[in-house]
């Protein structure tokens, strides 16, 4: 009985995540604990601040900015997989990373997805897939971002 309650409440969960497949994984990248989001594309940990490397979100005040910050704190959660891009610190000082969902999906890539972020497009090892996301969701006008 107590089996089957388990499994029962597992399925729930399972069945109710905000978390989409992605096709960016990294389920083996180095695991941090998140001591707070600061905004949609920047977070804090225990050595420091941490900047997303894929993607660029609206800034405090701008249209979309308040759902981005949401949801990227939804997905991180308590902790996140860090992935390091081509650089390692940004112009600030900031970490840079590709950042995934504990269990290992793109958060970079849910927020292009989702219309709450636009792709970065200098460098990076994924920023051809991050780009032609972006552009097929704005062509779909999808998401905060990109519909009217």
């Known amino acids: 009985m107590r089996f089957a309650l388990i499994t029962i409440l597992t399925l729930i969960v399972a069945c109710s995540s905000t978390v989409e497949a992605t096709l960016l994984l990294c389920d083996d990248c180095e695991e941090v604990r998140v001591s707070r989001v600061i905004g949609g594309d920047t977070l804090d940990i225990p050595s420091g601040r941490v900047r997303l490397f894929g993607v660029d979100t609206p800034e405090r005040g701008q249209r979309c900015a308040s759902e981005a910050t949401n949801r990227f704190s939804e997905l991180a959660g308590n902790s996140v997989r860090l992935e390091e891009g081509s650089r390692l610190t940004d112009q600030f000082g900031r970490r840079l990373g590709y950042v995934y969902t504990k ?46």
């Open 103 to 148: 269990d290992g999906s793109s958060i970079d890539e849910i927020l292009v997805r989702e219309g709450l972020a636009i792709a970065w497009t200098e460098d990076g090892q994924h920023r051809d897939y991050l780009v032609g996301l972006e552009r097929s969701t704005r062509d779909a006008e999808s998401g905060c971002l990109w519909s009217e």
